[in-house]
């Protein structure tokens, strides 16, 4: 049952992410989209040490809500480095990344409680992933400058 609610949440977090985008910049959906994120797994770690359906419920609304929506993000966030003959190119191999990322956590995740026989380690090391893609944002939005916007004539 949750996984159909965080299907459903997934899909409106896509449609959630592109508004956020078009209306207050693909910066700000992509913070959103990080923000939430962690929340989620701030509520899975929280679990592990103290078991409560509101950190359940909070897992699922605040993990599943960004899921694929940076995807979302990452086409207008494009535009800062690519140019139009280019953007295909670039954001195809930044799908080729984040499938390879989607292939490789499952696996890696298994490999970790393989290992350490703790969900905890598996939680703690996607904390560090989505601090280290918030980060990675944080420099590009500094370090690039947003694409001028058109304006009627």
């Known amino acids: 049952m949750l996984l159909a ?3 459903g949440l997934a899909g409106a977090g896509r449609a959630l992410a592109g508004l956020t985008a078009d ?3 693909g910066p700000t959906a992509g913070f ?15 679990m592990e040490f103290r078991p409560a359906w509101v950190l359940a ?14 995807a979302s993000i990452v086409t207008v966030l494009l535009s800062r ?36 026989g703790s969900y905890l380690v598996i939680y703690l090391c996607a904390l560090g992933g989505a601090l280290t893609g918030l980060t990675a944002l944080s420099v590009f939005c500094l370090v690039t400058r947003a694409a001028p ?5």
Do not use: E, K, Q
């Not at 419920?57 to 940076?70: D, E, I, N, T």
């Not at 916007?149 to 004539?153: E, M, Q, S, Y």
């Open 81 to 116: 480095i690519a140019p139009p003959a280019h953007y295909g190119v670039i954001f195809g191999l930044l799908g080729i990344g984040n499938n390879l990322g989607a292939a490789v956590g499952p696996w890696l995740s298994g490999l970790l409680f393989d290992r350490t």
């Open 23 to 25: 209306r207050l910049g």
């Open 32 to 46: 959103l989209s990080f923000s939430c994120s962690l929340v989620g797994m701030a509520c899975l770690i929280g």
């Open 57 to 70: 419920a909070g897992y699922v609304f605040f993990l599943f809500l960004p899921l694929g929506s940076r």
């Open 5 to 7: 609610i965080g299907g």
């Open 149 to 153: 916007v058109a304006r009627p004539a």
